[in-house]
């Protein structure tokens, strides 16, 4: 067992080690000659043009992407999006009208409620693409086309490289539908592939920072209540966030669209009380940072995630994670890998079961 962990204490450390490598395998079978090919999707140009919406559907982290996924797709490929989870998407009669493509995400390509999702999409007739793990698992066997994440095996029950490597899928389909359907110039897709094949090296970079994570999050051991908040792409990164701590840590936090906290949770935050802060959209900058000074006045302590350069934020955060810069919509590829961390290191110094989480399973094959 020690030697499965490669030297790493634990299988999640492991995991969150081998994303460069695993992002890497993942986008570049799919990079040619400058263009994004993804021969596995079996749709043509005119098929790609003829998407009129797409319905993402998943369980856990990876509706997390599907939430990324959201945002990625609507802004790049002006396609519209639902995201849905797969327990509530397969007894709701959902609506899927000619022209909806269905993609369903999954690590394992064998929860049972995602199957379900796909069994029902597929007696709709509709065409349904799975975004896949596992090789060779149901949902990568019924589904219409399979692009398949290059993660290799995860053990640890807190997803970290098949996370990651689902983004990047998101990403590369974004991209090519964008392109596909006019909405990107060939100059624009070039750069942004060229921002696509920094992140390995940009996530390693992070994970190398992983001292300074591990000094903030021992003070945070005994935290009763923890906030992740942000907007756009920034909300979807908290929901990532704040379920790796909690899952692995028992700590319970709640992640919030930093503009709805005062409809909610603003009432809960207490002196000293950790809120994190996702700031990587510059278009949003001051919307959160306005949402930051808000927690602040009721005793908060806030560490934020920004971008390198947007010193403004340090003016009223108290701690402060700088990623590089990168394209906008990919920035969860490099903000989860704090978070990442930050929940690692909490359920470590507090003496949990880091990979084998109370209750929760790898995967869930019953409803
Ligand atoms: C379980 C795991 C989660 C995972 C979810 C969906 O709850 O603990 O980490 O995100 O299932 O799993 P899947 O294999 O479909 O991605």
Redesign the pocket.
Known sequence: NAAEKGGYEHFMLKEMYEQPKAITDTFSPRLKNGDIVIDELGMSDGDIREIRKIMIV??????HTGVTGKYVFEGLARIPVEVDLASEFRYRDPILDEGTLVVV???????AD?LAALREAKARGRRVLGIVNVVGSSIAREADNVMYTWAGPEIA???TK?YSCQLIALYLLAMKFAKVRGMISESELEEMITELKKIPAQVEMLLNNKDRIQKFANRYLAAKNIFFIGRGIDYAISLEGSLKLK?ISYIHSEAYAAGELKHGTISLIEDGTLVTALVTQEELYKKTISNIVEVKTRGAFVMAVTNTGNTDVEKAADYVVYIPKTNKYFANSLAIIPLQLFGYYVSVGRGCDVDKPRN?????TVE
């Open positions: 998943a369980c856990g982290s990876a509706y995400i999954s690590q394992s390509g064998e929860t995602s029950v807190a997803t098949a899952e929760l399973a790898k995967s869930v």
